[in-house]
């Protein structure tokens, strides 16, 4: 099993980094180390000063497939939940200036958090799910999947170009504007409409 992050997939996140909307899907990967489920709380690693919270609709892989066209791609995945994909902006912002791989910000132990999945079909338009995170009972980031720059068919079509998706296999889709810090004794709270999807503490 493997875990498939897109970058860059939402418009106003990109601006809030300054960044460039990307040409294709961008993505990374992060290990199964990473994996924190059953809302356990995420402990602050002491290499970073700046750990930032990115919710992100995720989805789950069914079928095995290797360069899918597009118009066949939503019959590859069956499930959809939500996850933080948990940054360490000062290690990135350093690995980025420098021109150098950005594993050591986003693939480290416990960098992904994974909710619960329920059917696809449990939702009217997969391509208009509302979804936010709530720190400490305060909203922070709010999205919708309309809003992504790549659907996740098109993910899914670009991603299997290059590598074999298998059945388990997680993709994260990107994350919205309002990405920031957390500190020990935060509360996140991750819904997908009125559902809560997430709930757990930073130690």
Not at 1 to 18: A, P, R, S, T
Request: hydrophobic letters at 40%; aromatic letters at 12%.
């Amino acid at each position: 099993m493997k875990i498939i992050c897109i970058g860059k997939n939402y418009l106003k996140h990109i601006q809030e980094l300054d960044r460039k909307r990307p040409e294709a899907p961008v993505f990374f990967m992060k290990p199964d180390s990473s994996i924190i489920i059953r809302n356990r709380p995420f402990f602050l690693p002491d290499f970073s000063e700046e750990m930032h919270h990115e919710v992100e609709l995720i989805f789950r892989i069914c079928k095995v497939g290797k360069c899918i066209r597009q118009k066949f791609a939503h019959n590859y995945y069956d499930a959809i939940g939500l996850g933080i994909d948990f940054t360490a902006r000062d290690l990135q912002r350093k690995c980025v200036a420098e021109g150098n791989p950005w594993e050591i910000a986003k693939a480290f132990d416990g960098s992904a958090i994974i909710s619960k999945f329920v059917d696809k079909n449990q939702f009217q338009n997969i391509n208009n799910l509302n979804f936010k995170l709530l720190k400490n009972e305060k909203l922070v980031q709010e999205g919708n999947s309309s809003d992504m720059i790549f659907s996740i068919d098109e993910i899914i079509s670009y991603v299997s170009q290059f590598m074999t998706l298998k059945i388990g296999d997680i993709i994260f889709t990107g994350t919205p504007a309002g990405v920031g810090k957390v500190e020990i004794g935060d509360r996140l709270q991750g819904f997908i409409e009125e559902e809560k999807f997430l709930d757990f503490k930073i130690k």
